[in-house]
């Protein structure tokens, strides 16, 4: 599942292509008909992104496009010559040389305003709208549930996934399974800094890089690979780069969740 990072991007570049234009809105697949019918020809203001969860925005419409990519969900765009649409394609947007077609997702709706805000209630803050942490840290002090658990609650935190949870708890040294209460306030801030660092390099690169300078053995320009880029995640067995103990894995709360034992104690 596309983390918030890609959202975000996502959202920045199809700003780009789109904002300001009136589209033709169709569903190939025929989910999503009805909602296309109430878009097409509409002008879209603008595109932004809460965690997980993508806006569309119309200037002439009292509704608001929702998608969520979840895990099968993805986007593709062109500028000049696209190529026909997928039988699962559920909405393509166009205008003037430039197709935006979406499949596979796991919500595609329209919202009014109302329910709009409701569903961002609901969502905790988001590292990349720089919004104040308070409230995650409170939920976290209440919580001795693991804090690897709650990192990908989005009620939490909005915008974390499996890989940023293990790569920034490794950063810090923190057990994925410390009780979530057990995080002082300075520390949290610390981690909340070092996240949004890492989210806002992800949405500008388009990958997550979380391999600090002292621990590379490359230059940034080559670290594509994931095993390149990474400390934990996916690195099951092999050695921590800054201990040589293998990397564990097991599951927590039915997601994989990633460790050095030594690093990080528990």
């Not at 996934?161 to 979530?180: C, M």
């Amino acid at each position: 599942m596309p983390e918030g990072h890609t959202i975000h991007r996502y959202a920045r570049l199809q700003r780009k292509l789109l904002g300001g234009r009136r589209v033709a809105a169709s569903s190939p697949q025929g989910r999503f008909a009805a909602g296309a019918a109430v878009l097409d020809g509409a002008l879209l203001h603008d595109i932004d992104a809460h965690g997980k969860h993508m806006f569309y925005r119309f200037a002439d419409r009292d509704v608001s496009l929702h998608v969520h990519l979840g895990l099968y969900g993805r986007f593709r765009a062109y500028e000049g010559d696209a190529l026909p649409p997928t039988p699962l394609t559920r909405l393509v947007l166009s205008s003037d040389g430039v197709e935006l077609q979406l499949s596979g997702p796991t919500i595609c709706e329209l919202m009014d305003p109302a329910a709009e805000a409701a569903l961002r209630d609901r969502l905790g803050p988001d590292p990349l709208h720089d919004d104040d942490p308070d409230e995650a840290f409170v939920a976290l002090a209440r919580r001795r549930t693991p804090i690897g658990q709650i990192l990908l609650d989005q009620r939490v935190i909005a915008g974390i996934g499996n890989v940023y949870r293990a790569e920034v708890l490794f950063l810090f040294g923190i057990h994925p399974n410390r009780p979530a209460h057990a995080l002082d306030r300075a520390t949290f801030d610390d981690l909340w800094r070092l996240l949004r660092e890492l989210m806002i390099a992800g949405e500008r690169r388009g990958r997550i890089i979380t391999l600090q300078p002292a621990d590379r053995t490359l230059p940034m320009s080559q670290l594509i690979a994931e095993e390149d880029r990474l400390y934990v995640y996916n690195r099951t067995g092999l050695p921590c780069r800054r201990c040589g103990t293998p990397i564990i894995s097991w599951d927590l709360a039915g997601r994989t969740v990633f460790a050095c034992p030594r690093c990080q104690s528990a």
